[in-house]
Structure formats: structure tokens, C-alpha cells
């Protein structure tokens, strides 16, 4: 069942058949390479991952925060030689999202803010709650990759536009939606309502604009949302990873399908989906085939 919300009246559509109108293909994850680790671009010995515990993929590059080292790494995809760029403590639910104009927004709970960074890791900005000290949860860019979407430990949706030091109040915030997690990609943004722990698609000005009440989770954990739209999701429960598409579920893949043991954290980049396999100590690049759009 999907509910749509617009101008604040709730209309209920049959079905979500009709949203998926591309065809995902039969076998969409391939693998193509596991990492663990990298020669440094300076003098050093062989970098090996301890805990990679998030990642980001920009511009050729790969960010990985590993917790194990306390130290936030970036990785060239194709020579893969790596470089520290900053030490970050192992804390929980740290996150990373490439920045629209190179480098990192590296979201720190800890700290109550979320850290622009450059390339070489120095610090352009640091993203705040205007009005209130921010407790934030996630973070993503908006559709049109303009701004910094940030949700908050209350559920609220807050976005910063130019280099982060602005906060902006979205239109939809008048009958938000508290949001568990949001993600971009494909020109949409998908949401995980915490009301109802289930799937929600997110408008420009932030407000719910429908939700899959059929697409629910038992304990949401890494998210990513690839150039064609679709939804991948691991639910802590089962450990799964979970492919969705305007609400309907495309595949189920369990972590030792994937070649992992436990998926910490996802990242996609043009043609690859990234799995970060903390206590596996490894990331494992999988080739996403793109969505098969009929005539």
C-alpha cells in the first residue's frame, strides 16, 4: 500500500506497480574487487583495514573512516594507494557523505556537528543547528545535489547550502516527518520514517511525499540509493541487504552471497555498489548493472 501526502491531505493508491516501470536485471551484483587495505602515496608500509565502519565514494576516490584505526582514510580506485587524512576516534554511528565540490562531509554525533573536509582532510566548515544544538543522525544531499540534507535525533530535517556554514529552514518543515535516515540519488531522496520504520519518499522541500507502509524494517542500518533510484538497505535484523524500487523489493542478498560477513556500510559510485565489511576487516567493490528501461 503506498500513501501519498500532498498539501496535507493523505490519498491511498492501489498499488505501487505502476512507479516501476524499468526492469532490474535478474543478477544486478557482480564482484569485481576486494580491498583491504593499500600502499601508502608517501613512504610507509602496507595500510590494512582494522574496521572499516563507513564509507563514501567521489570523484575516483573512496573515503573510508575504519574505527579500528581511528583514522579517516581516502583511497584511490584506480591505483589504490592511500592516504591519511585525519584521525577520528572509533566512536558509533559516525557517517560520511562525498561534499558536492570534492572532499567529505564526515558527520560527528560526538560533536554535535558534521565536518566539511577537504581532499587533505582540512576543515572548510563545520555544518550547526540554527536555532538549537544538533544531534545529528544522517546525512545526505538533496535531490538536485545543491545542499547538505542533515536529520536530527528529534526526527527533523535540517539543510545548509554554499560551503555548509548556513542553515537553511525547508518549506516541508511545517509537517515534518521524523526522519531515522535519508539518502539521495537518481535525482530522489528516499527516507526511513521513524513512526513506522518503513520506506518514504522525500520531496525538494523535504516533506514526506508518499510511503510504502508494506516496506517496513525490523532495524534499518547502512543505506544507499544508487544513480537509477533504487533503495539499498540492510536491515540489522537478518543482517540482508535489500534492493527496493519505488517501493517494491527487487532482491534479497545475504552478506555471504556478497562475499562479506557483516555489512557495516554501503556506498555506490558510477556502476559499483561499495560494501564495507567491518569485522571482516575488508571492502568489497560489486558491479551494478543499471536499470533496464523499456520503450
Not at 19 to 40: C, D, I, K, N
Not at 51 to 57: D, E, G, T, W
Not at 177 to 190: D, F, Q, Y
Request: hydrophobic share 45%; proline share 7%.
Amino acid at each position: 500500500m503506498v500513501t501519498r501526502r500532498l498539501m496535507g491531505a493523505i490519498v491511498l493508491s492501489v498499488s505501487a506497480m505502476s512507479l516501476a516501470e524499468p526492469t532490474h536485471p535478474a543478477s544486478p551484483l557482480t564482484p569485481l574487487r576486494t580491498l583491504v587495505g593499500g600502499l601508502p602515496v608517501s613512504a610507509g608500509g602496507y595500510v590494512k583495514f582494522v574496521y572499516p565502519s563507513a564509507i563514501a565514494v567521489g570523484a575516483g576516490e573512496l573515503y573510508v573512516l575504519d574505527s579500528g584505526l581511528g583514522a579517516l582514510l581516502v583511497i584511490d580506485l584506480t591505483t589504490e594507494r592511500v592516504r591519511k587524512i585525519a584521525s577520528i576516534p572509533g566512536l558509533p554511528a559516525v557517517s560520511l557523505q562525498p561534499a558536492p565540490a570534492g572532499g567529505v562531509f564526515v558527520l560527528r554525533p560526538d560533536l554535535g556537528v558534521v565536518q566539511r573536509l577537504d581532499r587533505n582532510g582540512r576543515e572548510l566548515a563545520r555544518l550547526r543547528g540554527q536555532d538549537a544544538v544538533m544531534q545529528p543522525r544522517d546525512i545526505t544531499l538533496s535531490p538536485d545535489g545543491t545542499q547538505a540534507w542533515v536529520t536530527d535525533a528529534d526526527g527533523s530535517l535540517h539543510a545548509f547550502g554554499g560551503l555548509g556554514r548556513q542553515a537553511y529552514a525547508l518549506p516541508g518543515a511545517t509537517e515534518p516527518t521524523p526522519w531515522r535516515m535519508i539518502k539521495s540519488g537518481g535525482g530522489r531522496a528516499w527516507g526511513i520514517a521513524d513512526d513506522c520504520l518503513c520506506l518514504a519518499e522525500v520531496g525538494f522541500d523535504g516533506r514526506e511525499l508518499r510511503r510504502f507502509d508494506d516496506v517496513r524494517f525490523d532495524d534499518p542500518g547502512a543505506m544507499s540509493v544508487d544513480r537509477d533510484g533504487r533503495v539499498w538497505l540492510v536491515d540489522n535484523a537478518d543482517g540482508h541487504l535489500q534492493a527496493h524500487f519505488g517501493g517494491q523489493r527487487l532482491g534479497l542478498y545475504a552478506p555471504a552471497a556478497l562475499g562479506a560477513s557483516r555489512i557495516t556500510a554501503l556506498a555506490s559510485g558510477p556502476g559499483s555498489l561499495f560494501v564495507a565489511d567491518g569485522p571482516g576487516a575488508r571492502i568489497i567493490e560489486l558491479r551494478l548493472l543499471p536499470m533496464v528501461r523499456t520503450p
